[in-house]
């Protein structure tokens, strides 16, 4: 009968008889003396009476099922004989009647089990004078089992949805059942699950409507957010399930593969970055990238594109293979040493899904070209003695290397007459210094050693000398001088006095006069200028001295003097030169004087008759010059009457004096600085002119006549007779001279004003101050304004300093585009060429202005070779994780020195693990600043399986960290991956105890997921599992190992159960055969070990184990029904009649104990225990009633007779019963005990059937 029927039908009974109950009462008492009620509960909670019905003389009591045994049932309401009242079959209750204190109660022994479908309904068989009536005992189902949850199948789902019922099922089985109010009659059992927090906001269970029984109950999984692969391939939690109001619980792992859609483009695995390769050198890598849908595994095909098309033949990648390679690559040729281009990692069977990674190869150059000349012309011609910029169509130096190997210093050497000159002074190459392709310039800056009459300078060689740290190379230009009038005729001397009378004839030789021209090809002629010409001879005269042009000057007449008209004759000589070439450059003339003294063979001082206007005479003057009036020559008369006069001019530099605005200046000054030259017509008339002194050369000259000494000369004028024989001889007079300014001083430096420190900020605003250049010029109003201008030395530094060209005040005019820099290349200070200028004359000074370093650079973190650093898990204190070079390209050291941080506002955790330490070194002449990442000292450990898998490490570089003036920062982010060590042992689940049938098949699942948890990395193999029994043993002694009932004979413990790997996780514990005969409680020991031993990445990993024991609870299954060995079928007892005892053993008529009865029934428990029972045959109904049953062991009972005083010498037919605990009944047996009177005579006693024998 179906359970659920049975018990809505006693459901609805035990109310029916509850509303007949006081029918079923008053309608008729139950045979013999009772009160009402005929039964009261022991345990009124438990127990209640229900009625008795007449029909079927039935007691009718429910009971709670479990209840601990023994106890007492109920009370009858009994009040007759007590011998009247027996139980003649206790059923399956083991129920015995207890005489206590005059009442009688009914003591269960036996447990009662609602899930027991047998015993939802047990009778015990009361014998009440004779009577029979029947206690009816019905269990009531009571909340005393858990549930159990079991999946259906394995669970996957698909990721990206949400509010999504699964196809994912479970049942939920509990043994008191889902029928409404089955619990104790009124309640409704139901089924509650708790999730774990984190998978409570995931999951859900939605009940299946209609999909279980009143026994079991179906579930899918609701997912209520979308799942992400990638995040979590599978989820495995606990959930517990409970009944109602929580009373029992069960676990059950969960197990949800999340199944990937293919929805993610590919992931690169193995990137490409940047990769530093030599020049002309091939190179190969793998790049490799992995399906983004990582459960899908999508083959992945690749593609290479270069920033500029051009490149594409040096680079290609494997299309399925990912290889990258890089053919050789000559930079020099390119002129480029960075290729970037983009690889393209997609899927092979859909390109939709792409990714890319951008690389980039740069190419480290090698010092494999020289500079090399580009030089057109190399013949050159030019004049000689001539500053000029050497004509070049093309003057190139092009080394195609980079960096230091493309840097190279400028040189020049001649080489004269076979001879190599190292001190070039008469070349200037700009730039003394190249990198790469430079354009040059050759200039002669000192033209005077470039003379074509040093016959060696003709013709020679300039060789310019270009040199690297390798190569070095020449490059040769012949140089060829034109020769051109370069040279100026040189008079012995300026001026040649001789005296001669004046009476000297024709031919008289005068003078010889000497000139020299060092010009070759050129000559030189000698003209006298004078009118005297006419009357005097110009020869010239073989020279023995080279280049020297001799000259004599002779009369052509008689009479040439006449000392009565002039006693001094002044001849005006000009020499000039004759070489003219295609230059077309001046004819040189050069002027000297000839002075010839006439000597002639004289009461009245002589008069001085000064001229009108105002004379003047220009500083600097050459000898001989003139003061003049307007331009005309000044004339001062000297006159005598006396006709023997001998008059003679004289200055009295005693009494002469000059100023200068107004102040009075010392006499040595302007002393001697002008001399009379005088004209004497006849003795008594003299004719004076002043003039600058022809015996002091130019230097001097400008020293005393010089418009910035004075401005005005008082100048005393003396006029004496020598031959005057009565005094006075002589008279005197102020003459006024003015001193004409001329632009003949250069414009100077004032004081330190070149060698004066200034400074200017790096990156100084336009119009921001530098200073002044102090500059004068000692000349007049009319020639003393000074313009400034400048030339940076360094081309690199044009355009950031200009001077104002009226005052002289330095300021930067640095824009935008061209700030001034000092940090590349460090720049310490800025040199200035400062040349002032009055219009005609010109100096030169060399101004340095410092650069004040500016804290304008930021520190630069180098490029990491790997973003992702992976090391293993619990590392030791102090351990170097990442060392991080960082540059700063400022100049001074305080803003080139950087301090280091971690980035704890962003990454606050930082501070747990991890400090960063200070290092430096030096490279190129700067300072790499290092930061050490390292596991911090007493910090807390690194262990990825209690904490983070990784780490975003954010380092801060800030530069000046020793000052409060401004700073730079910079960040670089780096991934501290914590790969695995193998420290955690797995840990086993908790199971609660598993329950079996023992009609449970070989392969059958105990537990279907089998899950140790393991915290270490569940990529690696220090997760996975791999699981074995170790023991299996009896848990208890109600184990019974047997294999009486088994299919195998030779089955042992050993093969009861078997766990068999599932995946590298899980495993299957199963049955490991059919467990037919192995009913109890069973020690399973299972050993979970992790498979450390397998981890490439740690070489002392090693497997580690664990182990936990399961309890198994194989029920009993009721496989057979009992069979009745003892007594046999028709059996025929004989027992003495008279000799028996009440209660004990029954002695045949041998005078030996009757065998016990017995069964046979190899079920376990309750299954294998035998009952048995006595009931009457036929018209003999009440024939049992006479015997009694006493248990002896499962399967023996004895036979007693209680009341010996009511057997009769007769035979009593009676029917033999047994019932296993399962209810299954054993096949009846018929037996006659007879009780033979051993003293009286024999008699054949009536039965129903005769007997035969053959009396053998």
């Not at 910079?970 to 598993?994: A, C, K, Q, S, Y």
């Not at 019932?1219 to 129903?1248: K, L, Y």
Request: overall charge negative; aromatic content about 8%.
């Amino acid at each position: 009968m179906n359970a659920a029927p049975q018990r809505c039908w006693w459901t609805q009974m035990t109310w029916l008889l509850l509303l007949l109950l006081p029918s079923l009462v008053l309608a008729q008492a139950p045979p013999g003396t009772w009160q009402q009620p005929y039964a009261i509960p022991v345990d009124a909670e438990k127990v209640s009476f229900i009625g008795y019905d007449h029909l079927s003389t039935e007691l009718r009591v429910s009971m709670w099922e479990e209840m601990v045994v023994p106890f007492k049932l109920v009370e009858l309401n009994y009040h007759g004989a007590e011998a009247d009242i027996k139980i003649t079959n206790s059923g399956q209750t083991g129920a015995v009647l207890l005489h206590e204190g005059g009442k009688h109660f009914i003591v269960i022994n036996n447990k009662m089990d609602y899930e027991v479908v047998a015993h939802r309904t047990s009778m015990v068989y009361l014998s009440i004078g004779g009577s029979q009536v029947f206690l009816a005992i019905d269990l009531i189902n009571i909340l005393d089992n858990a549930p159990v949850m079991s999946s259906a199948g394995p669970c996957s789902v698909d990721e990206g949805l949400e509010n999504y019922l699964s196809n994912c099922e479970y049942i939920v089985f509990h043994a008191d059942g889902f029928v409404t109010n089955g619990i104790l009659g009124k309640d409704t059992n139901v089924v509650e699950f708790d999730l774990p927090e984190t998978n409570a906001e995931l999951f859900m269970f939605e009940e299946v409507v209609g999909g279980g029984d009143n026994n079991n109950k179906k579930f899918k999984l609701k997912v209520l957010k979308k799942l992400d692969y990638t995040q979590n391939a599978v989820y495995s939690f606990q959930v517990k399930v409970y009944d109602l109001d929580r009373t029992h619980d069960a676990s059950q792992n969960i197990v949800v593969q999340v199944k990937n859609v293919e929805s993610r483009d590919p992931v690169f695995t193995r990137p490409f970055t940047t990769q530093r390769v030599d020049e002309k050198s091939p190179f190969s890598t793998i790049v490799q990238a992995i399906d983004g849908d990582t459960g899908l595994g999508r083959q992945i095909c690749y593609e290479l594109v270069t920033e500029q098309e051009k490149y594409g033949q040096y680079f290609s990648i494997g299309n399925e293979t990912g290889e990258l390679k890089v053919e050789p690559i000559n930079r020099d040729y390119e002129q480029n040493e960075f290729y970037q281009f983009t690889i393209w990692a997609y899927k092979c069977h859909n390109r939709d899904f792409n990714e890319s990674n951008v690389g980039a190869i740069i190419l480290n150059d090698l010092n494999d070209s020289p500079p090399l000349f580009s030089v057109e012309p190399t013949q050159l011609k030019f004049w000689e003695n001539t500053p000029m910029e050497l004509d070049f169509e093309q003057f190139t130096i092009d080394d195609l290397d980079l960096g230091p190997h493309a840097t190279y210093s400028v040189d020049l050497q001649e080489r004269v007459s076979n001879e190599l000159l190292e001190d070039v002074s008469s070349f200037s190459i700009t730039p003394r210094s190249g990198y790469q392709r430079v354009d040059f310039t050759l200039t002669v800056v000192n033209p005077a050693e470039l003379d074509y009459e040093v016959v060696a300078r003709q013709k020679f060689e300039l060789l310019v000398t270009a040199k690297e740290e390798v190569h070095t190379t020449v490059q040769v230009l012949n140089i060829e001088l034109l020769n051109w009038n370069d040279e100026v005729p040189q008079f012995e001397q300026d001026t040649y006095r001789i005296n001669c009378k004046e009476t000297v004839g024709e031919g008289y030789p005068l003078v010889t006069v000497h000139v020299t021209d060092r010009d070759i090809e050129d000559s030189v002629e000698l003209e006298i200028l004078s009118n005297i010409r006419r009357d005097l001879n110009v020869t010239e005269l073989e020279s023995t001295v080279d280049k020297q042009y001799s000259f004599l000057i002779s009369t052509n007449r008689n009479d040439v003097f006449d000392w009565d008209i002039a006693s001094e004759v002044v001849v005006q000589l000009q020499a000039s030169d004759t070489l003219q070439t295609e230059k077309n450059e001046p004819i040189h003339q050069l002027f000297a004087q000839l002075i010839i003294t006439v000597l002639d063979v004289n009461n009245k001082p002589p008069s001085i008759v000064l001229p009108r206007g105002s004379i003047k005479i220009e500083e600097n003057s050459a000898p001989g010059t003139v003061a003049s009036i307007s331009g005309d020559d000044a004339t001062i008369i000297g006159t005598d009457p006396d006709s023997s006069a001998e008059l003679v001019f004289s200055i009295d530099w005693e009494k002469s004096y000059a100023v200068k605005t107004g102040v009075t200046v010392a006499p040595s000054v302007f002393e001697d600085c002008l001399v009379f030259q005088v004209n004497r017509t006849n003795p008594n008339h003299v004719v004076g002119k002043l003039v600058v002194n022809p015996d002091y050369d130019q230097e001097t000259i400008n020293q005393k006549l010089d418009y910035e000494a004075y401005e005005t000369l008082f100048l005393n004028i003396k006029l004496e007779d020598l031959k005057q024989e009565i005094p006075p001889g002589d008279t005197e007079t102020l003459l006024v001279i003015q001193i004409g300014d001329v632009n003949d001083n250069a414009p100077e430096f004032v004081g330190n004003t070149l060698t004066d420190e200034r400074f200017v900020l790096e990156e100084a605003t336009a119009g921001s101050i530098v200073g002044t250049i102090a500059a004068i010029d000692k000349d007049g109003p009319l020639y003393n304004k000074i313009t400034y201008s400048l030339r940076a030395t360094n081309p690199n530094h044009a355009g950031w300093i200009s001077i104002d060209p009226l005052t002289g005040l330095l300021s930067v005019i640095a824009t935008e585009t061209n700030r001034i820099n000092c940090d590349v290349p460090i720049t310490a200070d800025i040199p200035l060429e400062i040349t002032i200028t009055d219009g005609e004359f010109t100096a030169s000074g060399q101004v340095s202005v410092k650069i004040t370093d500016t804290n304008n650079q930021k520190p630069l973190f180098s490029v990491l070779d790997d973003q992702i650093i992976r090391i293993l898990e619990k590392p030791p204190v102090e351990t170097e994780i990442q060392r991080l070079r960082v540059t700063d390209l400022d100049r001074d050291e305080p803003f080139h020195t950087a301090a280091f941080e971690l980035d704890l506002r962003t990454y606050p955790e930082l501070q747990r693990y991890f400090d960063v330490v200070r290092d430096q070194e030096n490279e190129n002449d700067r300072m790499i600043n290092i930061a050490l990442v390292r596991v911090r000292p007493n910090g807390e450990k690194l262990d990825r399986d209690a904490g983070p898998a990784q780490h975003q490490i954010k380092v801060i570089a800030i530069d000046n960290p020793n000052s409060s003036g401004p700073r730079n920062s910079n960040d670089m982010t780096f991934t501290l991956v914590l790969l695995d060590v193998n420290d955690n042992r797995p840990e086993l689940p908790v199971h609660g105890e598993l329950k079996l049938s023992e009609n449970t098949a070989e392969g059958v699942a105990i537990v279907d997921v089998f899950e140790a948890t393991d915290r270490d990395d569940r990529e690696t193999p220090n997760a996975k599992i791999n699981y074995r029994i170790l023991q299996i043993s009896a848990a208890d002694d109600s184990s019974q190992g047997s294999t009486i009932n088994g299919d195998d004979p030779a089955a042992t413990i050993d093969t009861l159960f078997t766990v068999v790997q599932r995946d590298d996780y899980t495993a299957h514990f199963r049955t490991g055969r059919n467990l037919k005969g192995f009913y109890g409680t069973w020690a399973v020991q299972i050993e979970a070990c992790d498979r450390g031993d397998e981890y490439e990445l740690d070489p002392n990993s090693v497997k580690l184990c664990s182990s936990a024991t399961y309890t198994v609870q194989v029920e009993p299954f009721n496989y057979m029904a009992p069979v009745i060995d003892v007594p046999w079928a028709d059996e025929r007892i004989r027992l003495r009649f008279g000799e028996q005892s009440n209660g004990q053993p029954l002695v045949n008529t041998q005078g030996t104990i009757i065998p016990n009865f017995s069964a046979t029934d190899t079920d376990g428990g309750l299954y294998g225990e035998v009952t048995f029972s006595l009931q009457g045959r036929d018209e003999n109904a009440q024939d049992h009633t006479y015997f009694q049953l006493i248990r002896v062991d499962r399967h023996h009972v004895r036979l007693v007779v209680p009341n010996v005083d009511a057997i009769e010498a007769r035979s009593y037919q009676v029917t033999v019963l047994a019932r296993d605990g399962g209810g299954r009944e054993a096949t009846s047996v018929n037996v006659v005990i007879a009780f033979i009177n051993m003293t009286g005579d024999p008699e054949f006693p009536e039965e129903s059937s005769p007997f035969e024998t053959d009396f053998t």
